[in-house]
């Protein structure tokens, strides 16, 4: 059985050349021994009409999503039809490509079925280890928060333990300033009383004075 993979050399779509640059470099990667058949050479009008005819699937693009014929790169293992690029590539990926090209005997397709099994049950199993983890990292946020709430607390006692401090420091400031200030009042009284006592020593004296002068000139009269 000879693998078969049709392309077209001339093609204007540059993604239609990517694509089958790509099947050809895996192919050769692998080993696979296939033949070109490129339908856009001259005298291969009936190899073109063979791969639109047999072609399930259209190798859309993202240029040309929905073409009319079939776009190369189709695979065929004889005349028996295999798949477009993508199928191609998908088989690729998930390590089923002999098969994918019929390459591959029936006890080596129930071993790849089983592969892919496997494969689908280890992804099952990671997802539901990231869903664990998601769920472990969610319940972390509350202790976060927790830790938030307590530090806001600290800070309040904090704050409050300040403000009474201030208050204390507020009151012995305002009985110092009481206290000076009735020292203050003291003073200026006993200021006052003293002036008060010089004040009335002062009008004794110019008393006592006015009288011996009032004697002495008593005393001239006689």
Do not use: W
């Amino acid at each position: 059985m000879v693998l078969k993979v049709y392309v077209s050399n001339l093609s204007g779509n540059k993604e239609v050349k990517k694509r089958q640059q790509r099947v050809l470099m895996i192919l050769d990667s692998k080993n696979i021994q296939y033949d070109i058949v490129d339908i856009a050479e001259p005298g291969k009008e009936s190899e073109k009409e063979h791969m639109q005819n047999k072609s399930t699937s259209n190798g859309g693009t993202v240029s040309d999503p929905e073409p009319r014929h079939p776009l190369p790169p189709q695979i065929f293992n004889e005349d028996e039809y295999c798949g477009d690029y993508d199928a191609f590539d998908m088989a690729n990926e998930i390590d089923t490509l002999e098969v994918f090209l019929k390459l591959a005997p029936a006890d080596t397709t129930a071993v790849s079925s089983a592969q892919i099994e496997l494969k689908q049950e280890n992804g099952e199993a990671k997802e539901a280890e990231k869903a664990a983890d998601a769920e472990a990292d969610g319940e972390k946020p509350a202790d976060g928060a927790s830790g938030d709430a307590n530090g806001e607390a600290s800070e309040a006692d904090k704050a409050e333990k300040k403000d009474d401090e201030n208050g204390e420091a507020t009151s012995e400031n305002k009985e110092t300033t009481e206290t000076e200030g009735n020292e203050k009042k003291d003073e200026n009284s006993e200021e006052k009383n003293n002036d008060e006592d010089d004040k009335d020593t002062s009008e004794n004296k110019e008393a006592d004075i006015k009288g011996d002068t009032k004697d002495e000139s008593s005393e001239e009269k006689v």
